[in-house]
């Protein structure tokens, strides 16, 4: 292989900032103007946040929302986080509506089979699939001791199926309510993953702002979710969104370079 095609074969491998603002902080009567307000300023993903009021004590959007969305919007990736107790008898509502990727939570499966059946049906559906994993739930070497069939820890399902995963997406807060403060010890999963899978795409969701930007991107991360961090962004007492998104690609960017 010539030197240009190795260089070229680096480049492609290379992770890439990911700006996906959380619909959940918008302006829910004027849905399609805001995704667009956010496409205009420079959101490569926009983030929906879906909860049950069970796996987490919030409710909020189904896959008619995600329909008419994508009536309205026909290019922009729908990234959908399902907060859900049983996220597989969503994914074929969610994909006849119009989703790109679904996170489902690791704390949802039980076995690895549970794990394999949820990934491979979200694949079948043409949709990318992402693993998300609470705050109490450790992500380490030392968590791999056990049954890895009947119960595996979130480290052997990732490795088990990195090749099938587009994401792994490392919550920093709790799920269920938006505007809590960012996590900064989640960081150390960050970094462990980083190190381990060096071009994995690897989201944080919950408190991520201008000010925390910078921890996020230095551990790892390279997809960030923001909401309020950005639909709320004032500079000059004016709001801002395209000057939020560009503070986090840039510091993803110095990161990763």
Known sequence: MSAEKVEQKQNDAKIKAIICPSMLSCDFSNLSIEAERMVKNGADWLHMDVMD????????????????????????????????????????PFAKSGANQISYHYETQRTMQEHRQIIDKILSLNMKASIA??????????????????????????????????????????????GQKFMTDQMSKVQ???????????????????????????????????????????????????KAIQIMRDSVNNATN
């Open 53 to 92: 009021g069970h796996f987490v004590p919030n409710i909020t959007i189904g896959p008619v929302v995600i329909k008419w969305l994508r009536k309205s919007h026909e290019n922009v990736f729908l990234d959908c986080h399902l907060m859900v107790s049983d996220p597989m008898k969503w994914l074929e």
């Open 192 to 242: 462990f993953l980083r190190k381990k899978y060096p071009d994995l795409n690897i989201q944080v969701d919950g408190g991520v702002n201008v000010s925390t930007i910078d921890a996020a991107a230095k551990a790892g991360a390279n997809v960030i979710v923001s909401g309020s961090g950005v639909f709320g962004y004032k500079e000059d007492n004016a709001l801002k969104p395209d």
């Open 133 to 178: 994993v609470k705050p109490k739930t450790e992500i380490s070497e030392s968590s791999t001791a056990g049954d890895v069939e009947q119960v595996p820890s979130a480290l052997q399902v990732i490795e088990t199926f990195r090749e099938k995963l587009h994401q792994v997406l490392i919550m920093t807060v709790e799920p269920g309510f938006g």
